[in-house]
């Protein structure tokens, strides 16, 4: 499958069409800042569907290995994406009313007979991902910032002095 594909996402969801591929995590952009690096490839599946109401959907799986940065370390952090998110789909312009004031309710997009699915599986990880992606406590690489040697001794000294036990009453 081509990763420049665009579909009409309305009538993909109301044909129940399919369509899965694969992305290369160095073409989503987007990604760029909370990327350690751009290695690696995220495969997605794409289905037309239609829920208990009739209502055209779009059902959108994304799994695949990202190399985020660690946010205190700076350094890499593996993380999977697994992804099934259920889009219903309205039509361009058809007020929204109670379905996008619904919290139970799926996430709702417009209708775009021209959606390039690589933007929607974007929009999809990018929610997906933790806000400050992090090594788990104790797990940082221990590669931090060189530190001046008269600067840092006086914020060591600091640091000792609130680690120091108050003393005993
Ligand atoms: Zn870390």
Known sequence: MSAAA???SLEFARA???????????????????LFDTQGRLDYELYGRRD???R??????VSGPLHLQCQRCLGLLDYAVDIE?????????APLGDEIDDPEGPDVIEGDPELEVAALI???????????????????????PQIQPAEGSKVFAELAALKRPRDPR
């Open 56 to 61: 055209p959907q779009l059902e959108v799986r």
């Open 52 to 54: 208990a109401r009739n």
């Open 16 to 34: 129940g069409d399919e369509l899965r591929g694969t992305l290369s995590v160095a073409s989503l952009k987007r990604l760029d800042d909370v």
């Open 122 to 144: 974007e929009d999809e990880v990018l929610l997906s991902l933790p806000l400050a992606p992090r090594h788990p406590e104790g797990f940082c690489a221990s590669r931090l």
């Open 85 to 93: 998110a259920t889009l219903l789909v309205v039509p361009r312009g």
């Open 6 to 8: 665009v579909i009409d």
